[in-house]
């Protein structure tokens, strides 16, 4: 108990001095081991920070990131938008569905929920409100639409699972797809209610065949990439790591050379930006990892897996238990950080219970997920603040009936494991 006290209190207090998280999980492991244990060296915290690097699987994490700047400033974006546009048509509330397809459309390129929101918001939020769409609601979607960066493949916190699991993250990304379109259809319903409810602006812009057919072409390289990557790791030509490097290639390929809104001296930069996202996301699952040794070594795990256990409940009131707890702890704590501290502690119970390895994984990476849309630690909120300069408690005002939209999607995954499994 006081281990426990002692490592979680530690990590809260220096989460609450603004210290770093993965600078929180780190020192926190080190006082207590210290405190605690004076017996062993300290040198055990290093080398289980190696050891969660120590992973073929985790190699995809900075591919993905890099692929995913290449793209948005390679004008992938842009034609995504546009086709995006051509789409809905000239419907009331029509760019704000076209947001929640390009964001679609984006997320199966990223895999990131931050990155999401900037190259989208960048490019809608601004003509959006030129139109006439309310700030705060065109925010909020924003927000809660780059949400689907996590979820539609491919995902990092679904490669982060499949490592600590060993589920297979092919099928990971295959429950992820139709989740995400389920998602996506909840928001363009809730887009339509409010369009209409709040009278939102109608694009007058007059559309064609012709223009839709245009926009396709344009988008067809960036279009072509999903399907290059989901396509080789459902077939089995190569798995998410290779899948990743692929995506960088083609990245660079179409940035370059089709689209020609790359250059040589863009590279740099990006490499750059790309090395510090990805080390910051490394870094949190090595010391994370850290951390959920010594929660196991005390003890505490399985003393926390015997009380669980011992209360005999059923796989549907365990998941809403687990849910509820993910959902408190991505309140506060990033994403990949909670599920590396609490998968390898709440899975071998799900295991026990009979719950499927990919139903559980969807709970676990749609609850982080939603963890980024509320404060304090709401990436996303900051994402769409950095875009559209409005407070953060008018986001969260405005992206309420989108945030109950998604979250219904989420407590249907919860509730019904066949909404994951069916086509498994």
């Known amino acids: 108990m006081i281990t426990g006290i002692l490592l979680f209190g530690s990590f809260a207090l220096f989460l609450a001095l603004g210290v770093p998280i993965a600078m929180a999980l780190g020192v926190a492991t080190l006082l207590t081991l210290k405190v605690i244990y004076p017996e062993l060296s300290l040198g055990i915290v290093t080398q289980r920070m190696f050891a969660a690097m120590d992973s073929v699987s985790i190699m995809a994490i900075p591919f993905f990131v890099l692929a995913g700047n290449l793209m948005t400033k390679g004008g992938i974006s842009r034609r995504l938008v546009d086709f995006s546009n051509q789409i809905v048509g000239n419907v009331r509330g029509g760019m ?9 459309f984006f997320a199966a390129l990223s895999g990131s929920a931050p990155a999401t929101v900037v190259a989208i918001g960048a490019m809608l939020y601004p003509d959006m409100v030129k139109l006439g769409y309310p700030k705060t609601r065109t925010a909020g979607l924003l927000v809660v639409s780059g949400g689907l960066g996590p979820i539609i493949p491919p995902s990092i916190i679904m490669i982060v699972y499949g490592t600590i ?5 092919s099928q990971m990304f295959k429950a992820g797809m139709y989740i995400g379109l389920m998602i996506v259809a909840a ?10 409810k709040e009278k939102w602006p109608k694009n007058m812009e007059k559309l064609s065949l012709a223009k839709l057919v245009k926009t396709f072409f344009g988008a067809i390289p960036a279009l072509m990439l999903p399907i290059i990557i989901l396509g080789g790791i459902y077939s089995g030509l190569f798995t998410a790591t290779e899948a990743a490097a692929v995506a960088v290639i083609w990245g660079l390929v179409v940035g370059m050379f089709i689209y020609r809104e790359l250059s040589f001296k863009d590279l740099w930069p990006i490499f750059l930006s790309s090395g510090k996202s990805a080390t910051m996301v490394l870094f949190i699952i090595a010391t994370s990892t850290a951390f959920a040794w010594l929660f196991t070594f005390s003890g505490l795990a399985q003393l926390m897996i015997s009380s669980i256990t011992a209360m005999h409940l059923s796989p549907t009131l365990y998941c809403m238990i687990v849910a509820t707890i993910l959902l408190i702890f991505g309140t506060f704590l990033e994403g990949v950080a909670t599920a590396v501290l609490l998968v390898p502690v709440l899975w071998p119970i799900a295991n026990s219970l009979g719950i499927n390895i990919i139903h559980f994984g969807m709970i676990v990476s749609i609850s982080n997920v939603i963890g980024t849309m509320t404060p304090p630690v709401a990436v996303n909120i900051f994402s769409a603040a950095t875009v559209t300069h409005l407070r953060m408690g008018d986001i969260v005002k405005g992206e309420t009936p989108f945030f109950i939209g998604y979250t219904g999607v989420f407590l249907l995954v919860v509730l019904v494991a066949r909404v994951t499994t069916f086509m498994l």
């Open 187 to 196: 928001l363009l319903a809730v887009v339509f209610i409010y369009a209409r």
């Open 96 to 104: 704000a569905a076209a947001l929640v397809i390009a964001c679609a």
């Open 165 to 169: 699991t060993g589920a297979s993250i």
